[in-house]
């Protein structure tokens, strides 16, 4: 073979062996390269918007907006003032109901299991529907348009210790339906087993138990459904002491639970109060039970 003929062969050998050895390492190592420093795509997090829309939705109303009406941890009273997007959600509903009387509004108010309920009302989302209500009557609406329901939910959505909007409100026309008998038979069973509050020696201070709040839940129900219908709260007293000032303890007593009572739900003009001290007793007046028993006012419909 000639030197000429080797030369060419070393020359085409040493290119294949160099395209072989660029393939085999630095095109992988370009490969790893291009994958683990490229940069990567991350997505966005989603951030859910904090904020419950205030809802008007029914047959000839519809409004919304983002803000709404707000209440405190544990509390049924509405913060105030109420933005002005929501006065004007709540104007539109005062022209719809003044221009459609046959027109009813549920308003559901909420709560979460973990907050304390201490009102009058069943449940804390009850006593937010209803001061949802008497907001809205305090704006020129009719009383009689608007029922009440309470829940108790899981959570809700929040701003550091505000509710935002716990509330929702159904439209319905009213149903003409309901006969007086009906109310009647929820006026008997109201006085049948009528609310009774008791109270300590000489004070006038109270706390309601679940089953005295569903009694004041039925009584509102019925003033709500029943225009002309009235409250009656008559104080009672043991015997301790002279008639007089017994006649007087149980009058204070009946104005004590007029005034707690109208805090709760049920308009003090609606209510009327009277004392009989100590001339109706129901417990023995001879033991420290009895005595007990008869400090009380009887709440029924008169």
């Keep these: 073979m000639s030197k000429k003929v080797s030369y060419l062969l070393g020359i085409a050998i040493t290119i294949i062996l160099g395209t072989f050895l660029y393939l085999k390492f630095c095109c992988n190592c370009c490969d790893k390269t291009t994958t683990d420093d490229a940069p990567k795509i991350v997505s966005p997090a989603v951030q859910e918007p904090n904020f419950v829309p205030f809802v008007l939705n029914g047959s000839g109303i519809e409004y919304q907006t983002h803000d709404n009406l707000k209440f405190l941890k544990n509390s049924a009273i509405l913060v105030m003032p109420v933005s002005d997007s929501v006065t004007t959600g709540i104007e539109k509903l005062k022209a719809f109901l003044s221009s459609n009387p046959k027109q009813k509004v549920t308003i559901t108010g909420y709560a979460t299991s973990d907050e304390k309920n201490t009102t009058t009302f069943e449940n804390l989302g009850l006593a937010r529907a209803n001061d949802v209500k008497n907001y809205f009557v305090s704006k020129g609406m009719s009383e009689n348009q608007f029922n009440t329901k309470g829940e108790i939910i899981d959570k809700w959505k929040m701003n550091a210790d505000t509710l935002l909007g716990p509330?929702?409100?159904?439209?319905?026309?009213?149903?003409?339906?309901?006969?007086?008998?009906?109310?009647?038979?929820?006026?008997?069973?109201?006085?049948?087993?009528?609310?009774?509050?008791?109270?300590?020696?000489?004070?006038?201070?109270?706390?309601?138990?679940?089953?005295?709040?569903?009694?004041?839940?039925?009584?509102?129900?019925?003033?709500?459904?029943?225009?002309?219908?009235?409250?009656?709260?008559?104080?009672h007293s043991d015997n301790v002491g002279n008639r007089d000032s017994n006649i007087i303890l149980g009058q204070k007593r009946a104005d004590f639970s007029k005034n707690y009572l109208s805090k709760n739900g049920i308009d003090a003009a609606r209510i009327e109060t009277q004392s009989k001290g100590p001339d109706d007793p129901i417990g023995d007046n001879n033991t420290s039970e009895g005595k007990a028993e008869n400090r009380r006012t009887v709440i029924t419909i008169k």
């Design 167 to 235: 509330a929702n409100y159904s439209f319905e026309a009213i149903d003409s339906t309901a006969t007086t008998d009906e109310w009647s038979a929820l006026r008997d069973k109201i006085n049948a087993d009528p609310l009774i509050l008791h109270f300590n020696t000489n004070q006038s201070r109270l706390t309601l138990s679940d089953a005295e709040k569903e009694k004041i839940t039925a009584i509102t129900q019925y003033l709500e459904h029943v225009k002309v219908a009235v409250v009656l709260a008559v104080g």
